[in-house]
């Protein structure tokens, strides 16, 4: 696995793909610098009038409900369908699912319109997703990834999909294995944005390994070995009198950390553990 992620950060920096997302204003330009930042290009759409065309043109396709609207939820509708028909991935966040009953109503309709290939998210929304009651707080999770295995399991089997989810622990579910992947820094939990870079970055390594499952440990791999070394490496001054590192400080090291991450690097610094789904 650790030469794996080394040749995916390579092949990912050597052919730059083309990232679509449909994706939530809150965290646009962040998500954008992310995926510039890891050597991947990103591009905004949402307009019906052309998600069509750059769907046809992007090596993945990446949509996040974080902040509907109808004209936004049919652009997303026709993109998914349009990235199904080209068998290019697609990954959905399901931000908040659960929140409220139009996010569930949405979700269930993207779902419906072209399963994904990757869905990524937080405890809370995987559990909603799959149909489990639990409490939610907006887009934050109330539970801790190892909590939703069943689950991701549940959502794996119906929609032959690969589930990621993030968490002190990010677990990884497939048909027929799972991955660990414990790396991070609890900073990250407090800087808007993170699951959402999360996502765009899965896209950009779909869009250059076929095997989801793989490329979904290369992105949760990276990003939390880029959340280690971004903390890490924050002066004294960027952090609190506590000595926490800050939020604000720590998000612009977070890119600066994509950017200047090697592919020696992340082989060396992720702690992946891989096993079976039914151990």
Known sequence: MKDNLKQLLQTLRETSPLVHNITNYVVMNYTANALLAVGASPVMAHAVEEVEEMTSIAGALVVNIGTLSAPWVAGMKLAMRQAATL????????????????????????????????????ASEIMALAGLSVQTKGVDSTMSSLSSVEAARALSDRYGCVVSVSGAVDVIVDVDKMAYVANGHPIMTRVT????????????????????FEAAIAAAATMGVCGELAASTLAASALDG??????????????????????????????????????
């Open 87 to 122: 068998v290019k991935p697609t990954v959905l966040d399901p931000v908040g699912a659960g929140a409220t009953s139009y996010r569930n109503q949405v979700l269930a309709e993207l779902m419906e319109a072209a399963a994904p290939d990757l869905i990524r998210g937080n």
């Open 193 to 212: 944005g993170m699951g959402c870079a999360a996502s765009a970055l899965a896209g950009a390594f779909c869009a250059v390994e076929k095997n989801v």
């Open 242 to 279: 506590q000595g926490r590192v800050l939020p604000g400080s720590f998000q612009m090291a977070f890119l600066d950390a994509l950017a200047s991450l090697t592919p020696e690097q992340l082989a060396e610094k992720a702690n992946v553990r891989l096993d079976s789904k039914s151990a």
